[in-house]
């Protein structure tokens, strides 16, 4: 008997939109998905072979690139933190956009980054943090984050944050401005490079993904 396929989804911003590309690829939840007073984690699809997990972002990228998972979305600030070498990211699907920035108190000193040797940054991605500012010739002390980016300055944790940012709303309205774009963030579909070698599923699950991007050019 083969192996059912499981499928990991992102909690929070991508879902809603990754819904309806996951209906026209063939991904397709069980009602109880749907509802919001269902705390389960693994759901039925309407595919006999396919199981859809549910879980944080940042976990969706370790299932997948264990191999716990086959395939899965999540946004490309994930799989650009992990940089998983089992992690393929195949397709961008064109929904979740969005932005990783370094944002500071907008009335702190500007410096240029030849005066600055050292830094206190909060954020989730200490990983493309230190690399960012490392070309910068800047040492990037990381404090990790999993939330509440913005409080960090007014409380002398850390003197910038890095930080995902849509429309610039909630760093305005916390006394921060946006100072530099690392990288422009969407969602994609990612697969366990193992899977997509051995199981001919993967490989259509891929192609159904990428037929969705040629429908939209079209």
């Known amino acids: ?3 059912p396929l499981t499928f990991a989804v992102p909690k929070g911003r991508i879902l809603d939109e ?25 759901f039925a699809t309407e595919r006999a072979d396919m199981r859809l997990i549910r879980v944080r972002a940042f976990d969706v990228a370790t299932f997948v690139a264990h191999g716990a998972a086959q395939a899965g979305i999540v946004g490309s600030d994930v799989v650009e933190e992990f940089a998983y070498a089992d992690l393929y990211a ?6 979740g956009h969005c ?11 500007q410096e240029s980054s030849g005066h600055i040797s050292h830094l206190r940054v909060a954020t989730k991605y200490p990983n493309i943090t230190r690399r960012h500012f490392e070309s910068l010739g800047i040492q990037a002390e990381c404090v990790k984050l ?11 944790l850390a003197g910038q944050i890095v930080d995902l940012v849509s429309t610039g709303r909630t760093l305005l309205e916390n006394g921060l401005v946006e100072t ?15 899977a997509l070698k051995t199981d001919p599923r993967i490989g259509e699950l891929v192609e159904a993904f990428r037929a969705q991007g040629r429908k939209d050019a079209a």
Not at 34 to 39: E, M, Q, T
Not at 90 to 95: A, E, F, G, K
Not at 146 to 156: H, I, Q, R, T, V
């Open 1 to 3: 008997m083969t192996e």
């Open 146 to 156: 999993n939330g509440a980016m913005e409080l960090a300055p007014s409380l002398g």
């Open 18 to 42: 990754a819904l309806p590309v996951m209906a026209r690829a063939g991904v397709v939840p069980e009602a109880a998905f749907h509802d919001k007073g269902n705390r389960a984690l693994s």
């Open 180 to 194: 530099s774009v690392i990288l422009p963030v969407s969602a994609r579909l990612i697969v366990n490079r193992a």
């Open 99 to 109: 932005r990783l920035s370094v944002a500071r108190p907008k009335d702190a000193p």
């Open 90 to 95: 195949p397709v961008d699907l064109d929904i």
